[in-house]
């Protein structure tokens, strides 16, 4: 993928921007400057002598921000695509036990990326990868802790090379375009109810329960709880469940509760499909749901349909039904909040 290609689809702006990508020091090694209408100019080479630049980077992972030359800020760009190059090894867990895949970047670095296909396994819906970047996106946004997203082309050159038939045939049976999670490396252990985390955890344990609840999540669960640990930090993952009054069947719809209706909110009572944190968020006094449910509410008006913006036009229509389900969510925020601390009082 060229750089030229990687920047068409900027936005239509007026202030001066400057495209920046960030190595794993933080420091800025290519510079590209937009003009009014988001033209691609050449690349130079240069140091960043920008004042603020904000230290992004994941690893060897190259994130794109713009530079607003009015405001003196930075903000992410997440239009980031990268191609799949070889295949490292699929996952021995999960359903559809996802490949990790070495990936490059349109700056030639290389980067190990989770591929999330629709065809892995039969039971994965088609809308799973807009369920899986619409969720990332926004838990990025939120603050929570998850792999970076990513999104990654599949080329004919690459599913040719793989040794694996069926793989190589569930993935060209799929969108050409992908979602990918950054792998986060080793050490990380799957959940389990006896681990317990820091009374300064549970806050953002607690937004993770309200980020779920309004998603919809009921797969993050004690039975399945999707969430990786490593000494006091926890990352989740898996995301393709979410949605659901979104992007369920028509049929399927009506039986969907949104989590601010009547008997919407359900994943606190006991059993397997109880959350993982309900236990801890349940008696505690170090969590406050509705300074979470402020973040929500500081997201700008746009933000979801610019996730949205950002994948991939062969995914087709959902994303952009997730974004009115979400903006929707936003204004009955409140009253998920009472039901949950409703919940913590049974």
Not at 185 to 196: C, L, Y
Not at 287 to 307: C, E, G, H, I
Request: hydrophobic content about 35%; some cysteine; aromatic content about 10%.
């Amino acid at each position: 993928m060229s750089s030229r290609g990687f920047c068409r689809g900027l936005p239509s702006r007026t202030e001066p921007t400057v495209l920046v990508t960030l190595n794993c020091d933080g420091f800025a090694v290519l510079v590209q400057m937009a003009g009014s209408r988001g033209e691609s100019a050449p690349y130079q080479e240069k140091e960043n002598d920008k004042p603020g630049a904000p230290q992004l980077a994941i690893g060897k992972v190259f994130i794109i921000c713009l530079y607003n030359g009015q405001t003196n800020s930075w903000t992410p760009d997440r239009k980031l695509e990268c191609e799949a190059v070889s295949f490292a090894r699929r996952a021995t867990s999960g359903r559809s036990k996802p490949p990790l895949v070495f990936a490059e970047t349109p700056f030639g670095e290389t980067v190990e990326v989770w591929l999330k296909a629709p065809r892995l396994h039969p039971g994965i819906s088609d809308t799973a990868p807009s369920r899986e970047w619409m969720a990332a996106r926004l838990a990025e946004d939120l603050g929570l802790p998850c792999p970076p997203p990513i999104l990654v082309r599949l080329t004919d050159d690459f599913t040719e090379s793989l040794s694996d038939e069926n793989l190589a045939e569930s993935l060209r049976a799929g969108p050409s375009v992908v979602y990918g999670a950054i792998h986060l490396g080793s050490g990380w252990r799957r959940w389990s109810e006896a681990n317990k985390m820091p009374r300064h955890q549970h806050q953002i344990q607690g937004q993770t329960y309200l980020f779920d609840t309004i998603i919809q999540n009921w797969d993050r669960r004690i039975a399945n709880p999707n969430i990786l640990k490593k000494g006091d930090e926890f990352r989740i993952l898996d995301h393709e469940e979410c949605f659901g009054s979104a992007t369920a069947p028509d049929d399927e719809k009506p039986f969907i509760h949104v989590p601010w209706s009547v008997g919407g909110l359900t994943n606190f009572i006991a059993g397997d499909y109880q959350h993982p944190f309900w236990r801890t968020l349940k008696p505690s006094n170090h969590v406050d749901f509705n300074v979470a449910a402020q973040t929500w509410k500081r997201l700008p008006a746009d933000t979801f349909s610019m996730y949205a913006n950002d994948a991939p036009p062969e995914w087709g229509a959902a994303c952009d039904d997730i974004a009115s389900y979400l903006t929707l969510a936003v204004q009955h925020i409140d009253e998920v909040v009472v039901a949950i601390e409703g919940a913590r009082q049974l």
